[in-house]
């Protein structure tokens, strides 16, 4: 007697951030695209703000830059470190550079993602702030 099939669901590996609905289902994403946004999030939340992560906020980090540029390197160390934390290793941070933004109050970076498999293969995304 064979045992009863096992039930397989398909799971939704990556979807948009912020999350949004299409046709009343949360709309997928590419996985780049996915952990690019997923870092814009992490750098506009404040850090220790989400209990299920405490390292996940680096917020300060990039606020703090504006007077020490050397933060750079350590935003790039507590995204990849959280990034680690949370199960994402198939990319990392290869880099973070600061962009004259349209005015002085605007800040404006470039982050450089890196596929850990292939480190040819690169990603970048501008993020910007006040």
């Not at 590996?13 to 997923?38: H, Y």
């Not at 404040?46 to 990039?62: E, N, T």
């Not at 020490?68 to 973070?96: C, F, H, M, W």
Request: glycine share 8%; hydrophobic share 35%.
């Amino acid at each position: 007697m064979r045992p009863p099939p096992v039930e397989r669901r398909r799971a939704i590996t990556f979807i948009a951030f912020p999350l949004r609905l299409e046709n009343g289902f949360l709309r997928r994403t590419g996985e780049v695209e996915a952990v690019l946004r997923f870092i814009e999030m992490m750098a506009r939340t404040p850090g220790g703000s989400w209990p299920g992560c405490p390292s996940f906020g680096v917020r300060h980090l990039f606020e703090a830059m504006r007077l020490r540029p050397e933060g750079l390197r350590q935003a790039e160390k507590a995204i990849n470190d959280t990034l680690a934390d949370l199960g994402i290793t198939r990319y990392r941070v290869k880099s973070i550079q600061k962009e004259p933004g349209p005015n002085p109050d605007v800040d404006v970076y470039t982050v450089t993602l890196v596929s850990t498999a292939d480190p040819g293969q690169t990603w970048t995304a501008r993020l910007e702030g006040e």
